[in-house]
């Protein structure tokens, strides 16, 4: 059993940062991909940013095309960690952030129904 537990979401202006960390247990980094999604009201779960979790995967990290550049996905083994550094937030990055590990390897990374355990979420909100 895997569980995931996401933490620094929250209230931002627009053009400001956040940065959400996800701790991973159970059996944190035997898995191959660690990813995060965002679900706004109203739309479908999407996939924001992906990064390996061991050699074997021969991507390190992924971006969603409405986020490249501006966050910034990153683990620390040590810790059990994945974080998400998102800056330059804008109204439409308004969603719940759910961080998600897969175990299989797969050459696609964005589908969400290829990711084996889930986070509970947090609220991340953009405006002024």
């Known amino acids: 059993q895997v569980h995931l537990v996401e933490s620094g979401g929250g209230l931002v202006q627009p053009g400001g940062s956040l940065r959400l960390s996800c701790v991973v247990s159970g059996r944190p980094f035997s898995a191959a991909v660690m990813g995060w999604f965002r679900q706004a009201p109203g739309k479908e779960r999407e996939f924001v940013a992906a990064?390996?979790?061991?050699?074997?995967?021969?991507?390190?990290?992924k971006y969603a095309e409405s986020v490249k550049g501006r966050f910034t996905i990153s683990r620390e083994n040590a810790k059990n960690t994945l974080y998400l550094q998102m800056n330059s937030l804008t109204p439409e990055d308004t969603a719940v952030y759910f961080c998600?590990?897969?175990?299989?390897?797969?050459?696609?990374?964005?589908?969400?129904?290829?990711?084996?355990?889930w986070g509970q979420g947090t609220q991340v909100t953009v405006s002024s």
């Open positions: 990064i390996a979790a061991t050699e074997e995967i021969i991507f390190e990290t």
């Open positions: 998600a590990v897969k175990f299989r390897i797969t050459e696609d990374q964005s589908s969400p129904e290829l990711y084996d355990y």
